[in-house]
């Protein structure tokens, strides 16, 4: 299959998009998106960004919530995206608990690799984005462009601490909000000297 060339951006959920729990967000009265997340999609939209959504559920391998659970969430996630003009293109997660051994749970690539696939596309350079080490191992398996954000598991972090152990060539911004403000700059000041 011959590739195509989309501008894509993958994302955590959890941490990066909307507020994680110790406990595992279970329900959609439990998912609640962070300060500015939802607008920074819709920004990254119009500025012609495909933005699809890589993240570990093992809350349904544990039996914590099922799959009707996590499809609501994501209802409602698309409702609230929609209301600021945004949208997610697709969600892929991992459905299986840490003992399962599964190629797909982060850190290992397999949800990127998926997502390759999925689109026709390389990855090599694709900005993946996360709140933890492991989103951005998984991303920098796959051939993506790692961004941490301090929101999340990485929340309270400076970002000198926050640089510590990541993937080489990684980028850290305080959340996502700025994550898409830094993309859209940098992707208009290459558009503008090619």
Known sequence: MAERSIKLV????DGTINRDRD???????????LPGALEAIARLNHAGWHV???SNQSGLGRGLFDVAALNAMH???HRLLAAVGGRIDAIFYCPHAPEDECQCRKPLPGLFEQIGSRFGVSLKGVPAVGDSLRDLLAGSSA?????LVLSGKSAGLSI???RQGLPEGSRVHADLAAFADDLIERSAAVASAA
């Open 143 to 147: 051939g993506c462009q790692p961004h």
């Open 23 to 33: 406990d595992f967000v279970k329900s959609p009265e439990e998912w609640e998106p």
């Open 75 to 77: 209802d409602k996630l």
């Open 10 to 13: 993958i994302l955590d959920r």
């Open 52 to 54: 699809v959504i890589a």
């Open 160 to 162: 000198e601490q926050a």
